[in-house]
């Protein structure tokens, strides 16, 4: 059974490593070990002590790498390992699990070692990443190797770990496999992030209050004032830092213990889908379903419409084939109904409940008291309202089976044209409270900000889907864009609704259209380039 787990998961993993989105991956490893190092005249920062930050000596390049790591591969990675479970799914292969005697909760265990392989694997080009950006950064060239990388085993392995086992979690329930979940997650995310630094949390938290003591005590040994302040993220400095010397720190045996204890509970968290996962077997399904949901097709798969079921057949309005044939449809006519049918494909299944939230919150756009307030939180909460749906664009083809006939279709262009103007029409849509309320105060440079965000959302949407063919990507990227926003972080402000705290306010709105049609030409350069590859 040992041999079956283990071979699982490492065929697992085998089979990941070989897509070209884990060269991205580990692309992005990399670039995060540079942002956790930067330059000392560098306008960011992931963590600092009040107006001061260490030497980049082994301990402290080392200690900020890996708390960088245990920080954002929890989110991102997340993203990255929750379609374990559906890709065995998807390519019946659990179909073909559920026929040996492999149990479930070796199943479980095989898929967690799979993820905890693939995310440790970006660990380990952190930890070579920092050690260059030690030498690089020239600032202490003594090399440490255990000061280096023992932060990587003690503080960020059991948030990775945690992160894979909570990823096949989620996949096994209903409602969190879906792209709710992937919300949730950013909520849960932002909360542990915050709250799992403070003092006398069990387990130490994410692990970060016993190193920020340690620095306090080498600071006060330098004579060094301290007001208590920490900050792990990224964050924009207005002037460099002042620095101490920090030679890291002996972790206790409570410590230790306390980190080990994580990593048993994610094995834990991991093997407990095993209750009620039914591994791709048929038998095991619920057994209160009736005999026609158990008919149902899949979830995804094309269903036939027949005749009855759009009208009646009336063989005498049939026009010949001749007829057809010398008949030009209508300028416009064909883009028309391009459009309008994906519109009706891209808001397929959505609930009543979601309707009545987009007409709250277009309500609440047309009767805010103050302007500002309009751009600064109506406009944000409207632009977020409808992320599933936009989590759609360039996806549901792939997704559906049915790219293989949209192939044959003779002019990419337009379908893409069409599906973009889908996502376009629900991005105006959600946000035409707020565009009301600026038109009606001829606020022009609102009004630019919201055309912008306009055209970038559907053109981010269109891109990420069309190269990853996931929801996910749009997801795991938006959200967190979007809450730098609505967090007044200027990263990016594709929507405008920093403009009174910016400098580059009226620079902004061109920026994201010239992002939003770069965006777009490379969703036209997937279609070609694919399209000249199937034929």
Known sequence: MLQMLT?????????????PAYVVVLAAAVALGYVAVPDSDAKWMIMQIGDHRGVYNSAYVGMVTALAAGLWITLGGFYIVR?????????????????????????????????????????????????????ARGESRDVDLLALWQPFVLIALPLVALTAALALLFESLPVLRTGLGNILWFCCWMVVSTAGQGPGLPLDGIGVNSVVRSMY??????????DGSFSLGLTYLDKPLGLFTWDGFTPTAGYVLGRVTLLLIAA???????????????????????????????????????????????????????????????????????????????????????WLGAGFLF???????????????????SWIWPVLIWSRLGTQRHE???????????????????????????????????????????????????????????????????????????????????????????IFDFMGALRDSSELATVQPPVTVVVSAALLTVVFMAGVLRRFSRD
């Open 400 to 490: 559906h089976g049915v790219e293989g006939m949209l192939g044959a279709y003779p002019a990419v262009r337009r379908r893409i044209l069409a599906e973009w103007a889908a996502g376009l029409t629900v991005t105006v849509v959600a946000g035409a409270g707020p565009l009301i309320r600026l038109i009606a105060a001829a606020d022009w440079l609102g009004l630019a900000g919201w055309t912008g965000g306009a055209l970038f959302i559907p053109s981010l949407a269109l891109a990420l889907g069309t190269l990853s063919r996931t929801h996910r990507l749009f997801q795991a990227v938006y959200v967190p864009l979007w809450y730098s926003v609505a967090n007044g972080l200027p």
């Open 363 to 381: 309500l609440c756009g047309l009767t805010a008291p103050e302007l500002h307030g309009i751009i600064r939180v109506m406009l944000p909460l």
């Open 268 to 354: 834990a968290i991991a093997v407990l889908p095993a209750l009620w996962f039914g591994r791709f077997d048929p038998a095991r399904s619920r057994p209160g379903r009736s005999a026609a949901e158990k008919q149902e097709p899949a979830a995804g798969t094309v269903q036939p419409v027949f005749i009855d079921e759009v009208g009646p057949y009336d063989a005498a309005s049939r026009p010949s084939v001749a007829t057809l044939l010398r008949t030009r449809p209508e300028p416009g006519a064909v883009s028309l109904r391009l459009w309008a049918g994906e519109v009706r494909i891209l808001l397929q299944g959505v609930r009543w409940w979601w």
């Open 217 to 226: 005590a080498d600071m006060v040994a330098q004579h060094i004032e301290v």
């Open 7 to 19: 071979g699982l998961a490492v065929a697992d993993f085998r089979d990941r490593v070989r897509r």
């Open 83 to 135: 379609n374990s479970i559906e890709r065995d799914r998807s390519t019946r292969v659990g179909q073909l699990l559920a026929a040996t005697p492999l149990r479930t909760s070796a199943y479980m265990l095989g898929k967690f070692l799979s993820n905890l392989m693939l995310l440790t694997s970006m660990l380990g080009v952190l930890a070579v990443t920092a050690l260059i950006m030690q030498l």
